[in-house]
């Protein structure tokens, strides 16, 4: 589904949102869902114009698996870059662990682990607060994980991953504390975000928010996230 021109969420990706952002500079995909997406996002982009080889990055806004489950066999199908930012870098590549879950839900998944089984990738591109990939800004916004980013596409769109995530209404609210790293490092990083200008807020659960987003974010950081 187009978004904008230029920006699509694509269809049908189990796991977390996963966006195909095409720029002058070519085509990259945005977080991938879990385990067994690839062959939907490659569809996808074909039937938007972008043949599997001209993929050039596949970015992740951070390591969890319901956001890179799919980038090793992506980038197997296409050739694309992987593009992490460094704190979270060693859990995609293997080196590390991915990030534990805590309570009920960490049980859940730790049952589950075996029919999710992630496949380490190296990244290709490590990146930093204020890099850039294509017409994206790289916007470190560590809380979640600790190498949680966001993309945006100035006074357009603002890519959040779990930065935050949005309700059924397409409200904004706080990553849950189970999957969160440091609660109050996350609210920080949303302060930050709600300073920037954008129309469309792309998060990594919930449906986007496609007017004023910027305007709305930033009430709720003035409303204390509530």
Not at 89 to 117: D, H, W
Not at 142 to 163: M, N, Q, W
């Amino acid at each position: 589904m187009e978004l904008s021109p230029g920006i699509h969420q694509i269809d049908g990706v189990r796991g977390a949102n996963s966006f195909l952002v095409i720029a002058d500079e070519g085509a990259a995909v945005i977080d991938t869902g879990l385990p067994g997406n690839e062959k939907k996002i490659v569809e996808y982009s074909k039937k938007a114009g972008v043949e599997p080889g001209k993929l050039r990055y596949i970015v992740l806004t951070h390591a969890d698996i319901d956001h890179s489950g799919s980038a090793a066999k992506l980038k197997g199908l296409t050739g694309a870059k992987v593009a992490i930012h460094e704190a979270d870098a060693p859990r995609i590549s293997g080196e590390k662990k991915l990030k534990e879950v805590k309570g009920v839900t960490g049980l859940l998944f730790s049952v589950m682990g075996p029919f999710m089984r992630f496949t380490p990738v190296k990244p290709d591109a490590v990146l930093k607060d204020s890099d850039r990939l294509l017409d994206l800004l790289v916007v470190h916004a560590p809380g979640h994980t600790d190498g949680s980013i966001c993309l945006y596409r100035e006074k357009v769109a603002l890519f959040v991953g779990d930065a935050l995530r949005t309700d059924s209404h397409g409200k904004p609210g706080l990553p849950p504390g189970s999957f969160t790293v440091n609660m109050e490092q996350a609210k920080g990083s949303i302060r930050k975000i709600s300073a920037l200008e954008y129309v469309l807020l792309l998060p990594g659960h919930g449906p986007p928010i496609t007017k004023d987003a910027s305007s709305v974010v930033a009430s709720f950081v003035q409303k204390g996230f509530a």
